[in-house]
C-alpha cells in the first residue's frame, strides 16, 4: 500500500478540518479513492471527480483534481458532458446513496447503459446525513429514521444488481470495514474501460447509529463486518441466508463496446462520407 | 437540409436555421430530450454535429441534457440544449447552476401553449417571465426573441456570442410559429461572422489560481477549461474567489452583485430591439416573437388609413431595454404591448413609462396568433 505521504500529496490540506463527523466513514472511502488512483498511475492533471450533494460529495473539495461539485443528484449528467468533450480524461464519480440512487436514479441507470467510461464511487451509509439522516432507497428494511419513525416498509435497491442490469461493465462492493480490499477494487473500476461502478458501506454513527442501536462507529464497522460475505461464499447460501447480506469483492467483469469509442467512430464515418459528398 | 457556402437566399424552417447557426457559431456539443416543437433542432443536429466534428447526445430527460452541456462547457466545448414549456421548466434548476458557476451555454426554448402539457402544437409566449425568474435565487439572465427565420439565426449566433463572452447561460426564446415557420432567407457567408470565445487564462499562474477573480466588479472572470492542469474548484454554492465554498455575507454580495453587474453594466450592448418613427408616432405598437409580425402587418394598414404609427420589436426581453422606449415619453402617447399570453412584459412596460406615457395591451391565450384586425381594432379604440 502507498505510504501516507503520497496520498496527502492528493489533498488540499489547506481546506482542512473536512466537515464529515467524528466516527464518520467517508475519510476511509476517501483515502481508499486516493491510493486507487495512485496505484492505477493517473496523473492529477489527467483526472476530474464529480459529485452530487451530500456529505460524501464535499469530498471533491478535499481533493487535489479538477473537481465539479454539481447539483443534487445530477453529477452523471455533468460527468458524461466532460467525457464526452474530453474522452482522454479520466473522470470519476463520488456519490452517495440517497443522490445516486433516489434523485439521481434515472442517470445512473442510463449511464450505465451507455457504458460510458465513468468510474462511480458510492459512499453508502443508508441515509441522507446531511439532512438529519432520513431513510434512502437503499436503508434496511424496518430500519428506523426521521422519515421513517415506525420502521422502514420500502425494501431497498441492490444497487449493484441495478448497475449489472442496467448495463454497467465492471461492478465491486466492498464496506470500510474492509479497508485493505477497498482500494484495489476501485482501482481497477478506475482501469476498467466502462461505466464502474463501487458500492461501498459506510457509517453514520450520527444519525444510521444513533436511530438503529449502533451509536458507536466501532459497531458500524461490526455491522460491516458481520453483514457481508465475499461473493463465493455468497452464491453457496440459501435465498433465505441471503437476506440482509451484502456480497463484496468483484460481482461482475465484461467487456462491451464503450460509448464515446462508438461515438467517435461515427464521427469518422460521417466525415469521410461527407468528404466525398460535393457540398 | 445543409447550408450552401455562398450567400444566398434559402427557403427553410426556423429550428433547422438555429441548427444551422449553432454549428456556424461554433456549437460543437448538444444534449437533449425530445420535446414539441422544438424536435427538430434535436434531430438535425444529431446529422449534422459529426459531420463537423462535434458530438450529439440524446439524454434520458432535460435536467441530463442540460447537465451535460454544462459538463461538456466547463471542458471548453460550446454548447447547446433546446426544449419547449414543460422540458423548460425541469432545466430551470440547472439553469440556476450555470449562473451561478458562470457556465457559456445556450437553452432554445421554443414555446408551446401552457400550463403543463398545455397546447404542444400551437404557439404561445407565455414563458417570458419564466425565463426570468425560473430558476430560484437572485440571478441575472439573458433572454433573446426571435420573430422570423432569419432572426432565427442570427439570435442564435448572438445567443452563443452572449453566452461566451459574458460566461453567463442565455436562452433563446422562440415560439411555435417561428419553430415552424419556413420561409426565404439569407445568411451571412461562412467565415465572415464574427465569433466570440470565452475569455480564459493564457497561463496557469505562479501563485494561486482564483477562477471566479475579477479586476473589475463587473468584468467577467477568466475560468480555465476542465482537464488543462488548473486543478480548480466549481460548486453550486456560494463560493468565494478561489471557487470554494464560503458563508460569507461580503463575499456572497460580492458575488451575486458582480453577477448582475456583469450583465446589466452591458444592457446597451445586449439589449437589440427594432424601432420606427417612435417620434412622430400618437401610438405606438410594442411586440416580440411571432406577435411582432401581426403587428408589423398592422403598421402598414393603419398608415394605408393615414396614422401615425411607430412600432417597437424587441429582440431582448431580459434584460428588460427600458432605454429603448424613452423616445415614447410625451402627452397622448400610448404604447400597446401586444403579446401571445395573459400579459407579461406589458407589465415591464408599465414600470418603464411610469407616467410618461400610457400602456394598454393586446393580449390572447387561445394557442392562436394574435391577428392583424385585433391590433387594428385595439388601435381603433384609441383615436
Known amino acids: 500500500m502507498e505510504p501516507l505521504s503520497e496520498v496527502k500529496d492528493f489533498l488540499r490540506i489547506e481546506k482542512f478540518p473536512h466537515i ?35 456529505c460524501s460529495s464535499r469530498a471533491v473539495g478535499y481533493v487535489d483534481f479538477d473537481t465539479l461539485h454539481t447539483a443534487h443528484g445530477r453529477a452523471l449528467p455533468f460527468a458524461t458532458g466532460i467525457k464526452m468533450a474530453k ?5 470519476a464519480i463520488l456519490a452517495g446513496d440517497g443522490d445516486i440512487a ?36 437503499l436503508t434496511c428494511l424496518n430500519a428506523i429514521a426521521p422519515t421513517t419513525p415506525y420502521g422502514n416498509i420500502e425494501r431497498p435497491f441492490d444497487i449493484c444488481s441495478l448497475a449489472i442490469a442496467a448495463g454497467a461493465t465492471y461492478v465491486a462492493r466492498s464496506t470500510t470495514y474492509h479497508a485493505l480490499q477497498l482500494p484495489e477494487l476501485i482501482a481497477n473500476g478506475i482501469r476498467h474501460h466502462g461505466f464502474s461502478v463501487i458500492e461501498v458501506l459506510t457509517g453514520c454513527p450520527t444519525y444510521y447509529g444513533k436511530f438503529n442501536s449502533l451509536r458507536s462507529p466501532s459497531k458500524m464497522l461490526e455491522w460491516q463486518r458481520d453483514h457481508s460475505v465475499n461473493l463465493k461464499q455468497y452464491q453457496m447460501l440459501s435465498e433465505d441466508a441471503k437476506e440482509g447480506k451484502f456480497a ?19 464521427i469518422q464515418k460521417v466525415q469521410v462520407v461527407s468528404q466525398k459528398e460535393p457540398r | 437540409m445543409h447550408m450552401k457556402k455562398e450567400k444566398k437566399a434559402q427557403f427553410l424552417q426556423g429550428n433547422t436555421a438555429c441548427a444551422e447557426a449553432a454549428i456556424a457559431a461554433g456549437v460543437r456539443f448538444y444534449a437533449g430530450y425530445p420535446i414539441t416543437p422544438s424536435t427538430e433542432i434535436a434531430e438535425i443536429l444529431s446529422k449534422r454535429l459529426p459531420e463537423v466534428g462535434g458530438k450529439f447526445m440524446q439524454m434520458e430527460d432535460e435536467i ?27 432545466k430551470q ?14 437553452i432554445v426554448n421554443v414555446q408551446r401553449g401552457g400550463p403543463s402539457t398545455g397546447l404542444p402544437t400551437s404557439p404561445a409566449q407565455g414563458d417570458v417571465m419564466q425565463a426570468r425568474w425560473g430558476t430560484h435565487g437572485d440571478h441575472p439572465i439573458i433572454v433573446l426573441v426571435p420573430s422570423s427565420v432569419k432572426e432565427m439565426y442570427d439570435l442564435t449566433i ?53 477562477p471566479f477573480a475579477t479586476s473589475t466588479p463587473a468584468d467577467v472572470p477568466r475560468i480555465a477549461d476542465f482537464g488543462e492542469g488548473f486543478r480548480f474548484n466549481v460548486t453550486g454554492l456560494i463560493h468565494d474567489l478561489d471557487g470554494f465554498p464560503t458563508q460569507s455575507p461580503q463575499a456572497t454580495e460580492a458575488l451575486l452583485t458582480r453577477l448582475h453587474e456583469k450583465i446589466y453594466s452591458r444592457v446597451k450592448e445586449i439589449c437589440l ?111
Open chain 2, 273 to 383: 430591439a427594432d424601432t420606427e418613427n417612435l417620434e412622430g408616432a400618437s401610438v405606438i405598437l410594442c411586440s416580440y416573437g411571432a406577435t411582432a409580425r401581426s403587428c408589423a402587418e398592422a403598421v402598414t394598414e393603419a398608415r394605408r388609413q393615414g396614422l401615425k404609427i411607430g412600432m417597437i420589436k424587441l429582440k431582448t426581453v431580459w434584460p428588460f431595454p427600458d432605454f429603448v422606449f424613452d423616445p415614447c415619453a410625451g402627452k397622448g402617447k400610448t404604447v400597446i404591448v401586444c403579446e401571445m399570453n395573459l400579459g407579461q412584459i406589458v407589465h415591464e412596460v408599465q414600470r418603464v413609462a411610469n407616467g410618461r406615457f400610457k400602456v394598454t395591451g393586446v393580449h390572447s391565450c387561445r394557442g392562436t396568433m394574435i391577428t392583424p384586425k385585433e391590433i387594428l381594432d385595439k388601435i381603433g379604440t384609441l383615436i
Open chain 1, 102 to 137: 433516489a434523485i439521481g436514479g434515472n442517470h445512473f441507470i442510463h449511464a450505465a447503459r451507455r457504458n460510458i467510461d465513468l468510474t462511480v464511487v458510492i459512499f453508502n451509509n443508508f441515509n441522507y446525513g446531511m439532512t438529519g439522516g432520513q431513510s434512502s432507497p
Open chain 1, 87 to 91: 474522452p482522454e480524461l479520466n473522470v
Open chain 2, 158 to 210: 448572438e445567443a452563443v456570442n452572449f453566452s461566451e463572452s459574458l460566461r453567463t447561460p442565455v436562452i433563446l426564446l422562440a415560439d411555435e410559429v417561428i419553430g415552424h415557420l419556413y420561409e426565404k432567407a439569407t445568411f451571412p457567408e461562412e467565415g465572415s461572422l464574427k465569433l466570440s470565445c470565452r475569455p480564459r487564462p493564457e497561463k496557469k499562474p505562479d501563485g494561486k489560481y482564483l
Open chain 2, 93 to 106: 434548476e440547472l439553469i440556476g447552476y450555470a449562473a451561478l458557476c458562470e457556465i457559456p451555454c445556450v
Open chain 1, 20 to 54: 464529515w463527523c467524528a466516527g464518520c466513514g467517508h475519510g476511509i472511502i476517501l483515502q481508499s479513492f486516493l491510493r486507487a488512483v495512485i496505484d492505477a498511475g493517473i496523473d492529477k492533471n489527467d483526472m476530474v471527480v464529480v459529485s452530487g450533494i451530500g
Open chain 2, 64 to 90: 441530463a441534457g442540460l447537465g451535460a452541456i454544462l459538463g461538456a462547457s466547463l471542458a471548453g466545448i460550446k454548447s447547446m440544449t433546446a426544449t419547449s414549456g414543460p422540458g423548460f421548466s425541469l
Open chain 1, 248 to 266: 463484496i469483492g468483484l460481482i461482475h467483469s465484461a467487456e462491451r463496446p464503450e460509448y464515446t469509442d462508438e461515438y467517435s467512430k461515427i
